[in-house]
């Protein structure tokens, strides 16, 4: 052997190995109890090799046989009851990704678990008996992996060896998925498997060969997972930390980008006051690093000492930014978690990126029908794992974006204010926003005046308010004083509650100054115009209808209030008597 002019090893040139960052694949498992999510999950472990040895010792019985299924089930109880009950995450990898899979409950009444587990999951992989095909319990996770915004579904129909690998079977509910997919407005991947025997789960399936598509692991590993890159007229930072000043340094604004990205010399504003600053310093982890890009945490210094708590929320003050919606109120679809059922008017803590405000239900719109997916109008309560589409109202302007363009600032829970426990998950579809009324309106008059108004119409305007507790039946007085006066002649209306609110951005029931002005505003023109208007309203203290007086003394209209005691054993027509016999009306 001859060796030829060989280099010695420090000498020879080494390029470096392209190193590419190792991807994060989030997987949500969906489907119904006893379709083998669990087997499934222990065989991705298992067949790649993602499993301790003691782990897989501990579910081998004498015979060598592994139970896969119980590798996945960390709970005693769930063991012993042979379901999932919690959502669990497990990890595996393979050399080119690595893999986080949230093994979600398939029992219906763990179905509030789905909605967690989805939450954050690039991918749904939906369960499906072979011999049961599409269950009711698979169109309710697929649905709400859809809504979560979970845009890749793939279908593995599980125990083929119990069909004896039929394909004739395997087509019939592929069709039903076909038609599952299309109801949510998604393609559905079709696999045919047998998680237990390993076939077309990491290995291709040699007792299958009319099936040529990928396994589950090949499809996994195909999915493309680039993002869209941020961009800075996108900015969202919720601020959930404000710093004191020191010497040296001003206040800082601390939290977590949900979009976009900020830099030193970036124009902002502050949501919702709407108060304009540049930012001067910005702290991350990476000193290194002179921009943050979502979804890194950040810390901001700004110019100017502007007024900015924690849940305000920072965004690009450029000229063509994407902003926001101010609101109130918006639409929503919620998956309610409770035992206690959810009605009209319940109230309830919501807590939306960094903030939490109080929060009533205005309308339930309708409910969906897991059997169907169809969506049934005219619901009045929700019950629990119930999904439906509601109108919420908060006690104050919250920032919003649609979930579908951002899914933090777009999703949202629901907290019962006595207990503090999650009560229900919910993302945005559609907010109003906010209009400014800061300032005082100008009054025009009519070009009749109102003595030629009353002498033509023979009626005088007036305004009835009537307080009282929540629980008081103010509502039913308002509707006999409505009834006692047009009964006698009078032109009268109520003027509040679910006729208002349905038509202008005025929540009686907030019990606030500004609703309550608000209402004497609207009040006032029902009354200029020569109608009796009747004003129920709730929490309004001494300070709040001084300033409903107001408004309404300046066009010169009589106002009479009677507050309405909880406890007041007369019947609504009793009262309305009374308080038409001290009305001026």
């Not at 067949?47 to 709970?75: I, K, Q, R």
Request: net charge negative.
């Amino acid at each position: 052997m001859t060796i030829t002019n060989p280099l010695p090893m420090s000498d020879v040139p080494v390029s470096p190995a392209p190193t590419t960052p190792r991807q994060l694949l989030r997987i949500a498992t969906a489907g119904s109890v006893d379709d083998g999510k669990s087997t499934l999950i222990g065989r991705l472990l298992h067949d790649t090799d993602s499993l301790p040895l003691d782990h897989l010792d501990a579910v081998t019985d004498e015979e060598g046989v592994a139970d896969l299924a119980a590798l996945s089930d960390g709970l005693r109880a769930e063991r012993e009851q042979g379901i999932t009950i919690d959502v669990a995450y497990r990890f595996f990898s393979t050399p080119s990704r690595s893999y986080v899979l949230a093994d979600t409950p398939g029992h219906e009444r763990y179905t509030r678990n789905m909605f967690t587990g989805a939450s954050n999951a690039n991918v749904a992989i939906l369960l499906v008996d072979a011999r049961a095909g599409v269950l009711r319990q698979t169109r309710r996770h697929a649905r709400i992996a859809t809504l979560v915004g979970v845009d890749r579904l793939v279908a593995t129909v599980n125990k083929m060896d119990l069909i004896d690998f039929d394909e004739s079977r395997f087509r019939d509910v592929e069709r039903e998925l076909a038609d599952l997919g299309a109801r949510l407005g998604t393609e559905i991947l079709v696999i045919p498997i047998a998680a237990k025997l390993g076939d077309n789960v990491v290995r291709p399936s040699s007792t299958m060969p009319w099936y040529t598509g990928p396994t589950l692991l090949d499809h996994l590993e195909s999915i493309d997972l680039v993002a869209p890159a941020p961009v800075a007229t996108e900015l969202r930072l919720p601020v959930q930390w404000v710093s004191r000043p020191t010497d040296g340094e001003r206040r800082r604004y601390t939290g977590r980008l949900s979009a976009g990205t900020v830099q030193i010399g970036d124009s902002i504003v502050a949501l919702p006051s709407g108060s304009r600053s540049v930012v001067t310093a910005l702290d991350t982890l990476d000193d290194a690093r002179d921009v943050a890009v979502a979804p890194l945490s950040v810390s901001v210094e700004l110019a100017d000492d502007i007024d900015v708590a924690r849940g305000d929320v920072l965004v690009s003050g450029e000229p063509d930014a994407h902003l926001p919606t101010l609101a109130r109120e918006f639409d929503a679809t919620v998956c309610w978690l409770a035992e206690a059922p959810l009605g009209v008017g319940d109230r309830l803590a919501i807590k939306h990126t960094t903030t939490t405000v109080r929060a009533t239900v205005q309308r339930i719109h309708s409910r969906l029908d897991p059997e169907t997916l169809d969506e049934h109008p005219g619901s009045e309560n929700l019950s629990l794992n119930d999904i439906a589409r509601v109108t919420l109202r908060t006690s104050a302007v919250i920032v919003t974006d649609d979930y579908a363009d951002n899914r933090d600032s777009g999703a949202f829970i629901l907290l019962d204010e006595h207990t503090n426990d999650t009560v229900a998950a919910g993302i945005i579809e559609g907010s109003r926003a906010v209009l400014d009324r800061s300032d005082t309106p100008s009054w025009v008059p009519s070009s009749i005046t109102r003595d030629e108004r009353v002498r033509r119409t023979g009626q005088h305007g007036a305004t009835i308010w009537l307080t009282g507790h929540p629980s008081s039946h103010k509502a039913a007085v308002a509707v006999a004083l409505e009834d006692a006066l047009t009964a006698s002649g009078r032109t009268a209306y109520i003027v509040g509650g679910d006729n208002v609110r349905g038509v202008l951005d005025i929540d009686a029931a907030a019990g606030t100054r500004a609703a309550t002005v608000q209402l004497a505003r609207l009040a006032r023109l029902f009354a200029d115009a020569g109608v009796v208007a009747i004003v129920p309203i709730s929490s309004a203290d001494g300070e709040d209808l001084a300033a409903a007086r107001v408004e309404i003394a300046a066009a010169g209209i009589p106002v009479t209030d009677h507050h309405v005691d909880a406890d007041d054993t007369a019947t609504p027509a009793e009262v309305a008597a009374a308080v038409l016999r001290a009305s001026n009306a």
